[in-house]
């Protein structure tokens, strides 16, 4: 999902959970018939009431969603044309990082941006290109994990974040 998809994805997420517009208002902390202009596209929905979603359905379509509005499109898309089921996003993330090591072996990365010319240089984009392509797909592996053995996508961010301050990546 890209900019303007929080609508569709709050909709599938509210159909797959058997939601109803008056519960989903509850969870975002506005009257329900707001849950229902925001499902048509009729009304934008605020960051405080894309955070509560997000939150109460702790769904990874949505969170993609939800951060695709905030970031204006710089953020993983959700990918609603492709199968994914997770086998077939675990395949297709394997192909995606071996296309990004393939890629990694040719581009001069170590080279600085005013030592490079223009065939380096789209040596290095291809590679960054790869590297976007593999992060999309590990992130819809990660959401069709989450999905199908009911982990959390919120819980899972948490950790790795926690995870990360411990190794002291992050202050």
Known sequence: MAIGQFPEAL??????????L??????????GSQIGKIVKGTRKASRPVMK?????Y????????AAAEVTGGAFTPWLDNVDLHRAS????????IQEVRDASSIAPISK??????????QQIK????ETVEAITALTHLAAAICKEYSFSWLATW??????????????
Do not use: P
């Not at 509560?52 to 109460?56: K, N, S």
């Not at 600085?112 to 240089?121: L, P, V």
């Open 11 to 20: 909709r599938e997420v509210m159909q797959r959970k058997g939601d109803t």
């Open 126 to 129: 291809r590679l960054l290109m």
């Open 52 to 56: 509560a979603a997000v939150e109460h």
């Open 158 to 171: 948490k950790e790795h974040r926690a995870e990360l301050k411990s190794k002291k990546y992050l202050k």
């Open 112 to 121: 600085t941006n005013a030592q490079i010319n223009e065939t380096e240089r």
């Open 58 to 65: 702790d769904d990874g379509q949505l969170f993609l969603a």
């Open 89 to 96: 996003v675990l395949f297709k993330s394997l192909e995606e």
């Open 22 to 31: 008056a519960n989903a208002g509850r969870a975002a902390h506005v009257d």
